[in-house]
């Protein structure tokens, strides 16, 4: 039998566990912001995919059905599919947590089928959308332990007016942002052969401007030089922002639709960006109606693999209690039993195996239940369950009601 598909998995209970976890935490903050839901179709036509996507991109679509569909790598696409059509009151709010694919080389965090979770601004053209935004990202970094992430700014206006002044034109634009939004992945040296291949002598003067060190007040005066407006736009948000920003001139962000600012928060050194996002006020133009817009995205499958590693023990079940039957003959009560305890809001369940009591209080145990209710002759007789707390092996023998009140304040 074959495996999953090549940067694909199966993902099983406890890591479901954690990653429904980490999604509700996310969709609690965005909708804490007022932002609301929206869902649109897997496939896309390959002519909305590609509208804007860029050659890179590009070559990361599945194809379906010859060419005349793909599978949607990302949720920013089709949101401006939708919004360019629907008649929303501005600025729409919108959030999406659900699945996109990529056809590209899978890596530490990083696969072909993945979660992303998305909030987006249509309708607004102020920089007080960023800065919402990138509060927004911090609380969920906040949200999950997080307590300095760092949070990046740049605004593509700065990098086109550095290459127009340096004559990058064109295609070689494209390319010449593509290779820097690899800094992630190759690294600065390797950065610098393919911006030389590309550039030839001009490639270092290009790495003089975005390395420029200094404050954030030094690094706008430097920019000031190639775009005003996109660096009066990076003051905007910084002076809206009360938590740590750096402007960084080597942030690019790879996607070819972005027009204005760009931000990445990453988490740690080593596993590369975990949120990130920008300003894309052209994209829904394409589609039939021009809007300005702009948007975040929260890398579920990276920020996962993160609280992973901080060694949290993981949940193996919702069940709280399981109700026992001592005898078969009184399964009968103890599904009675599971159905009060659901109706108080407990999660609950049953033996479905008929195994005796032993193996019931086994079964508990290997998926960390915390609480046994036995149901037995004595306890049918006395109007009572025997509820066991199975980290210490406490009982006591009383009423159903009693059961479920204690179990309703733990």
């Known amino acids: 039998m074959k495996l999953t598909p090549k940067g694909m998995r199966d993902i099983g209970p406890e890591d479901m566990f954690v990653r429904e976890e980490v999604m509700g935490k996310i969709r609690a903050i965005f909708q804490s912001y007022g932002y609301r839901p929206l869902e649109t179709p897997a496939l896309e036509y390959l002519d909305t995919l590609r509208a804007k996507a860029g050659p890179e991109v590009d070559k990361q ?25 629907a008649d929303t009151p501005k600025p729409f709010k919108r959030y999406a947590i659900d699945v996109v694919w990529r056809r590209e ?75 820097l939004d690899k800094l992630d992945k190759i690294g600065e040296a390797e950065v610098g052969k393919l911006l030389r291949e590309i550039l030839g002598g001009k490639s270092d003067e290009l790495l003089k401007i ?32 009360d938590f740590e920003v750096e402007f960084d001139l080597f942030l690019v962000r790879g996607m070819g639709y972005y027009t204005g600012p760009v931000y ?33 995205s929260v890398g579920i499958e990276r920020l996962v693999t993160l609280i992973t590693e901080r060694g949290a023990k993981p949940k193996r079940t919702d069940s709280v209690v399981l109700v026992a039957a001592v005898k078969p003959e009184f399964y009968p009560d103890a599904v009675k039993a599971a159905a009060r305890f659901r109706s108080e809001g407990i999660p609950c369940e049953t033996d479905l195996n008929e195994r005796a009591l032993r193996k019931q209080l086994d079964y508990a145990n290997a998926l960390s239940i915390p609480y046994v209710a036995v149901i037995g002759a004595k306890e049918l007789e006395s109007g009572t369950v025997t509820l066991r707390e199975m980290s210490s092996g406490k009982e006591s023998q009383i009423p159903l009601a009693q059961a479920l009140e204690n179990l309703r304040r733990r």
């Open 61 to 85: 679509i599945f194809v379906i059905d010859g060419n005349e569909y793909g599978l949607r790598f990302d949720l920013t696409v089709p949101l401006a599919r939708y919004a360019a059509s």
């Open 105 to 179: 080389e899978p890596q530490r965090g990083r696969f072909r089928e993945f979660y992303q979770a998305d909030a987006d601004i249509i309708g607004s053209a102020s920089m007080r959308c960023e800065a919402e935004l990138l509060s927004l990202a911090r609380d969920v970094c906040l949200s999950f332990g997080f307590d300095k992430p760092k949070i990046m700014l740049n605004n593509r206006k700065i990098l086109d007016g550095i290459a127009s002044a340096l004559g990058v034109e064109g295609e070689a634009r494209g390319e010449v942002f593509r290779v």
């Open 210 to 241: 975005i390395r420029a060190g200094g404050d954030n007040n030094s690094r706008l005066a430097l920019a000031e030089k190639y775009s005003i407006d996109g660096a009066k736009e990076v003051r905007e948000i910084l002076s809206m922002c």
């Open 264 to 296: 990445e928060i990453k988490l740690s050194p080593d596993i590369g960006t975990v949120i990130a996002g920008g300003r894309y006020d052209d994209l829904l133009g394409v589609y039939g109606q021009p809007s300005p817009a702009t948007g975040i």
